[in-house]
Nanobody
Framework: EVRLVESGGGLVQVGGSLRLSCAAS????????ISWFRQAPGKEGEKVSC??????YYGESVKGRFTISTDSAKRTIYLQMDSLKPEDTAVYYC????????????????WGQGTQVTVSS
């Protein structure tokens, strides 16, 4: 069973940084693409970043500020978030999809419980 557990969220001031972690278990690590998705109240959900065997993806709103990476030995996926803005405030979810030709554009069926990120101005 695929299991994803996020951590690292919290309260940070504008311009600050946070690193989110997603501990993954229940599958062969390199056989799944991982995406970070965020949901803010009253707003549409947004795919923030993704990493797959086909490459990486960043949403336009976070390009140049967020970096996705993995540590296969620790079975953990990270999202380094720098130059944070109030509009980055959201619940961030780690999601997984079996690797396919769709790469980061597959349907992500497995979700963690989410971690809250709040950026104060």
């Amino acid at each position: 069973e695929v299991r994803l557990v996020e951590s690292g969220g919290g309260l940070v001031q504008v311009g600050g940084s946070l690193r989110l972690s997603c501990a993954a278990s229940g599958y062969t690590f390199d056989e799944y693409a991982i995406s970070w998705f965020r949901q803010a109240p009253g707003k549409e959900g947004e795919k923030v970043s993704c990493i797959s065997n086909s490459g990486t993806y960043y949403g336009e709103s976070v390009k140049g500020r967020f970096t996705i990476s993995t540590d296969s030995a620790k079975r953990t996926i990270y999202l380094q978030m720098d130059s944070l803005k109030p509009e980055d405030t959201a619940v961030y979810y780690c999601t997984a999809a079996a690797e396919s030709a769709y790469g980061c554009f597959a349907r992500f069926d497995y979700w963690g419980q989410g971690t809250q990120v709040t950026v104060s101005s």
